[in-house]
């Protein structure tokens, strides 16, 4: 059993900057595809950032070159450093860990982003 607690969300202007965190517990965080998803209200979650083990990123067209997934694989920990905030990024954000060699999954409980002015 993995559990996954995010924070760093908040109300940030425009332009600004935040610096998500997911805390994983279990013993399985360094051979686990991190991954942060959101979701605005009246859409569907949709997949923001992706690191795996070896560390290899992906990220979503609509973030890419704003947002940078990293991992502290002694500190078990993921993060998202989310810098040039539009108001089109509020959501909640959620910290998920996948399990490639099992197949499980895990999710973390939400936090929410909200960019105004």
């Known amino acids: 059993q993995v559990q996954l607690v995010e924070s760093g969300g908040g109300l940030v202007q425009p332009g600004g900057s935040l610096r998500l965190s997911c805390a994983a517990s279990?013993?399985?965080?360094?051979?686990?595809?991190m991954r942060w998803f959101r979701q605005a209200p009246g859409n569907q979650r949709e997949l923001v950032a992706a690191?795996?083990?070896?560390?290899?990123?992906i990220y979503s067209d609509s973030v890419k070159g704003r947002f940078t997934i990293s991992r502290d694989n002694a500190e078990n920990t993921v993060y998202l450093q989310m810098n040039s905030l539009k108001p089109e990024d509020t959501a909640v954000y959620y910290c998920?860990?996948?399990?490639?060699?099992?197949?499980?999954?895990?999710w973390g409980q939400g936090t929410q982003v909200t960019v105004s002015s």
């Open positions: 279990g013993r399985t965080f360094s051979r686990s595809t």
């Open positions: 998920n860990a996948y399990n490639p060699f099992t197949g499980d999954t895990y």
């Open positions: 690191i795996t083990s070896g560390g290899n990123t």
